[in-house]
């Protein structure tokens, strides 16, 4: 049964670990973002309670000499605590949504739509990989995203104005 419980925690150690390189990728790849998105992660009242309750099992995995599942309680927060760092925009390399780096040879088109609750916000919506990808930027940069997407070879759709 130990030995259950040991490869257990290895299995999750490995999971959160990819986990948290996933994130380390987006956040080095966010450096480069020239057109920033006003989606941003918010932070939700889950991962506050997640983390916390993982620094809580650290202390009572800890406080009862149990080092098996401390590792993958480590990297898990660690994965909560970066994975509300992540920041969406475009770069010269192609767009960062969320964890998900899109180049711009697999953009299809893009498309962009007024929103109708905030007058100063222009919905960029990106489609690629059989997926619609979504940012929200500012208005002033309406132009500025239509000469990256020009020079980058990726279509228009319709632009809805």
Same mark, same amino acid.
């Given at each position: ?106 953009? !299809?088109? /893009?498309? @962009? +739509?007024? %929103?109708?609750? *905030?007058?100063?916000? $222009? ?5 690629? =990989?059989? !997926?619609? /990808?979504? @940012? +929200?930027? %500012?208005?002033? *940069?309406?132009?500025? $995203? ?5 020079? =980058? ?9």
């Amino acid at each position: 049964m130990a030995v259950w419980i040991a490869v257990l925690g290895f299995v999750l150690f490995l999971g959160f670990f990819v986990a948290v390189m996933v994130c380390i990728s987006a956040i080095k790849k966010q450096s480069g973002i020239r057109i920033a998105s006003r989606l941003h992660h918010k932070l939700n009242i889950s991962e506050v309670v997640y983390a916390n309750l993982g620094l809580i099992a650290l202390v009572v995995l800890l406080v009862f000499h149990y080092y098996v599942f401390v590792p993958a309680t480590l990297v898990f927060v660690l994965f909560i605590v970066l994975s509300t760092r992540i920041q969406s925009g475009i770069t010269d390399d192609g767009a960062v949504v969320g964890s998900a780096f899109i180049e711009w040879e697999f953009m !299809k088109s /893009y498309k @962009l +739509v007024n %929103d109708p609750e *905030d007058s100063n916000v $222009i919905i960029l919506k990106i489609r690629a =990989n059989r !997926k619609q /990808y979504v @940012l +929200v930027c %500012d208005r002033k *940069d309406r132009v500025a $995203i239509h000469d990256i997407f020009q020079k =980058n070879n990726v279509k228009a759709s319709e632009t809805v104005s």
